[in-house]
C-alpha cells in the first residue's frame, strides 16, 4: 500500500520561503506523475504544481508560477515543493498526491493521497 507522508510546514510572514517534502514508500514502481494541492479553509482543493516522474518535467498552477518550484529526488521516491515569495493566499493545508489520471489539477484524478502540512503565511 502506498504511503506518502508530507512535511516542511509550518508558519512565515509575507515574502519567505519553505520547502515541503513528500516521502513515497509502499510501492514497487514510480507513479506516473507526483502533484502538489493546497486546500484553504471553506475552499475547495486546488492543484498547486504537478511532476511527470520518468522526466522530470513540471507544470504550475498560474498563482504559483515563479514563485514554486516542484523537484524530486534521484531515486524519485520524494518530491519537494519549494515555496518563496509567499503570500498570505498561499495559506492553507498542503497534500501530496501520486498516480494520476486525466487533467493533472483534477482533484479525482489522483489515486493516492497524503495526510498533508499545514502552510500558514501571515504577518
Known amino acids: 500500500q502506498v504511503q506518502l507522508v508530507e512535511s516542511g510546514g509550518g508558519s512565515v510572514q509575507p515574502g519567505g520561503s519553505l520547502r515541503l517534502s513528500c516521502a513515497r514508500s509502499?510501492?514497487?514502481?514510480?507513479?506516473?506523475?507526483m502533484g502538489w494541492f493546497r486546500q484553504a479553509p471553506g475552499k475547495e482543493r486546488e492543484g498547486v504544481a504537478a511532476?511527470?516522474?520518468?522526466?522530470?518535467?513540471?507544470v504550475y498552477a498560474d498563482s504559483v508560477k515563479g514563485r514554486f518550484t516542484m523537484s524530486q529526488d534521484n531515486d524519485k521516491k520524494t518530491v519537494y515543493l519549494q515555496m518563496n515569495g509567499l503570500k498570505p493566499e498561499d495559506t492553507g493545508m498542503y497534500y501530496c498526491?501520486?498516480?494520476?489520471?486525466?487533467?493533472?489539477?483534477?482533484?479525482?484524478?489522483?489515486?493516492?493521497w497524503g495526510q498533508g502540512t499545514q502552510v500558514t503565511v501571515s504577518s
Open positions: 511532476l511527470f516522474v520518468r522526466l522530470g518535467s513540471t
Open positions: 498526491a501520486a498516480q494520476m489520471r486525466g487533467v493533472w489539477s483534477n482533484v479525482g484524478g489522483w489515486r493516492d
Open positions: 509502499g510501492d514497487t514502481d514510480s507513479p506516473n506523475w
